[in-house]
């Protein structure tokens, strides 16, 4: 599903881009720049977390979560409730490019650039560089904002540290005095969103790992007897 339904997208980029309509070039130039740069700064089980929390369909789309944007249309036209369908390619994009507007240009733009990305760069090194630059709230963004909440060693970081940077990419922190309770208890049920959702995958490996193995293996394991 993804392959054929990003493909008249990808194709539509790649003519954009040749036409450098919307100035594509430079700006693809510029996410691949930041990518290079910027993904080794980032541990990579840092990136797990991220797509357990933002993008768990990451591994079958190309830059657009076409299942995502259906839900979320379905979600606006029958219910109150406002649901994102924005992939780690496009946020990265968009924090890259700075673009907030809210405009069916700039989504088209964004999808665009995320699928072209997405063709030059693998998916690890752009979720790590996203990380390496992204708004964690007030004073704190990027490399140095992570720092500044878990230190500068970013490889002791324990799982609660890594989770609750996660949730701060949707609940970013306002400035002192403004709504932090609301904030807190925002941020409570993000960190226990993402631990939820972060077991239900282990959950599904390990069922994966065990429904793939031999049924007399597992009951009947062998036992090395030559040393």
């Given at each position: 599903m993804a392959i054929h339904t990003t493909?008249?997208?990808n194709l539509i980029g790649k003519l954009l881009l040749t036409l450098n309509s919307f100035e594509l070039k430079s700006k693809l130039e510029k996410c691949i720049q930041i990518v290079d740069e910027k993904h080794p700064e980032i541990p990579e089980i840092y990136t797990y977390y991220l797509v357990v929390a933002e993008d768990h369909r990451s591994n079958i789309h190309y830059?657009?979560?076409q299942i995502g944007i259906i839900r979320a249309?379905?979600?606006k036209f029958t219910s109150t409730e406002i649901q994102g369908a924005s992939?780690?390619?496009q946020q990265f994009v968009r924090v890259v490019t700075g673009d907030y507007s809210y405009s069916f240009q700039r989504k088209f733009k964004e999808q665009l650039l995320a699928i072209l990305?997405?063709?030059k760069r693998n998916k690890?090194?752009?979720a790590k560089a996203y990380l390496a630059i992204a708004y964690y709230g007030?004073?704190?963004?990027?490399i140095e904002g992570i720092s500044k909440l878990i230190g500068r060693d970013l490889q002791f970081a324990s799982?609660?540290?890594i989770i609750s940077i996660m949730a701060r990419l949707k609940y970013p922190k306002p400035s002192e005095n403004n709504n932090i309770d609301i904030w807190s208890k925002k941020i409570t049920r993000r960190i226990s969103y993402i631990k939820n959702r972060s077991q239900k995958e282990t959950n599904k490996t390990r069922q994966y790992i065990i429904s793939t193995s031999p049924l007399e293996t597992l009951e009947n394991p062998k036992i090395d007897t030559t040393s």
């Amino acid at each position: 599903m993804a392959i054929h339904t990003t493909i008249p997208l990808n194709l539509i980029g790649k003519l954009l881009l040749t036409l450098n309509s919307f100035e594509l070039k430079s700006k693809l130039e510029k996410c691949i720049q930041i990518v290079d740069e910027k993904h080794p700064e980032i541990p990579e089980i840092y990136t797990y977390y991220l797509v357990v929390a933002e993008d768990h369909r990451s591994n079958i789309h190309y830059g657009i979560d076409q299942i995502g944007i259906i839900r979320a249309i379905f979600k606006k036209f029958t219910s109150t409730e406002i649901q994102g369908a924005s992939t780690i390619e496009q946020q990265f994009v968009r924090v890259v490019t700075g673009d907030y507007s809210y405009s069916f240009q700039r989504k088209f733009k964004e999808q665009l650039l995320a699928i072209l990305l997405a063709t030059k760069r693998n998916k690890v090194y752009i979720a790590k560089a996203y990380l390496a630059i992204a708004y964690y709230g007030h004073n704190c963004e990027g490399i140095e904002g992570i720092s500044k909440l878990i230190g500068r060693d970013l490889q002791f970081a324990s799982e609660n540290q890594i989770i609750s940077i996660m949730a701060r990419l949707k609940y970013p922190k306002p400035s002192e005095n403004n709504n932090i309770d609301i904030w807190s208890k925002k941020i409570t049920r993000r960190i226990s969103y993402i631990k939820n959702r972060s077991q239900k995958e282990t959950n599904k490996t390990r069922q994966y790992i065990i429904s793939t193995s031999p049924l007399e293996t597992l009951e009947n394991p062998k036992i090395d007897t030559t040393s």
